[in-house]
Every structure is written in C-alpha cells, then in structure tokens.
C-alpha cells in the first residue's frame, strides 16, 4: 500500500473514531469509544484506541482472519506500545489543530484555507499553525472553519 493510501486511511480512520466516541458520548457521558470494527467482504478493519489519548492501532486484515486473534495483537500492541507515545497537549491547542486539520482537509481551497481563517478570525497565522490558542479563540476558529465550509456543525467537539 503506498504511504499516501496509508494516511488517507489513517486520517479516516481517526474521523470514523472520532465519530465513534461523540455517539459514544450520546449514550453516556462518560462513555469513550474503545474499539470500531469497518471493512468489506475482503477487508477488515479494526481500530482500537489507546484509553485517555487522541492514539489508536488501527489493522487491516482479510476478513478471513480470526477475530480473537487480531484483537490479541492490538492488546499486545496497546501494551508495549503506550510508553513509547509523545504526551498528549492541552486540549484547547488539540482541537485547534484537529480544527485547522479538518478544514485544510475538506475546504475548497486548502491551499490558502490558513490565509482565509486568519482573515476571517483576525487571529495571526503562526498562531493558527501552532494551534496556541486560548478557548474563545477556538469558538472563533470553530465557526470560521464551519462558515468556510458552508455548515453549522463539526464533527469535532469543542473544549
């Protein structure tokens, strides 16, 4: 698979996640999406998330494989692989980033989306880049970024 296949997946595969914990969310409020199960006749895909962190495995297998033994490697990988993430940042400079990340991803225009937010929010670009913004500022960027892209709602939450 080449590498811009693989991050396509995996930026889908964070929005499916994403998605996931907001209906987890729905049904209780301190309910957190602990794993998701896609694919087709062919393929399978599973996405586990590491618990309290923005990580997830994600494999992709045949749908011929055993279940039982896919889940056992995530387990095994969620083991040893959770000392080896970076910390996780203040969630105000997350969602501004994941914010900035989604409308480059589905703006019209994204090669000039970060030009267009600054304009439009007044907040300074290097700003916006380095997602350093307090939490009004990310209500700004929140309705900036779902006027740009012609919506009321994001699938992102806000702090």
Same mark, same amino acid.
């Given at each position: 698979? +080449?590498?811009? *296949?693989?991050?396509? $997946? ?5 929005? &499916? ?10 049904? #209780?409020? *301190?309910?957190?999406?602990?794993? &998701?199960?896609?694919? =087709? ?9 590491? =618990? ?11 749908? =011929? ?5 896919? $889940? /056992?490697?995530?387990? *095994?990988? $969620? ?5 080896? $993430?970076?910390?996780? @940042?203040? @969630?105000?400079? =997350?969602?501004?980033?994941?914010? &900035? ?20 929010? #007044?907040?300074?670009? /290097? ?7 307090? /939490?009004? +500022? ?13 919506? /009321? ?7």
């Amino acid at each position: 698979m +080449e590498k811009a *296949a693989l991050d396509s $997946l995996g930026t889908y595969a964070s929005d &499916l996640l994403r998605a996931n914990n907001r209906v987890c969310q729905v049904v #209780g409020s *301190a309910s957190e999406a602990d794993y &998701l199960l896609a694919g =087709s006749a062919e393929v399978r895909l599973v996405i586990k998330a590491f =618990s309290k962190t923005p990580y997830f495995v994600l494999l992709l297998t045949k749908s =011929s494989t055993n279940l039982k033994l896919v $889940l /056992e490697r995530i387990n *095994a990988i $969620l083991v040893d692989g959770k000392p080896l $993430l970076p910390p996780v @940042q203040d @969630q105000a400079v =997350s969602t501004a980033k994941l914010l &900035l990340n989604y409308a480059r991803r589905y703006a019209p225009d994204p090669n000039f989306v970060t030009l267009r937010l600054s304009l439009k929010t #007044g907040l300074h670009r /290097e700003r916006l880049e380095k997602g350093e913004l307090n /939490e009004q +500022e990310v209500r700004i960027l929140y309705k900036a970024v779902a006027d740009i892209l012609g919506t /009321e709602r994001l699938p992102i939450a806000l702090p």
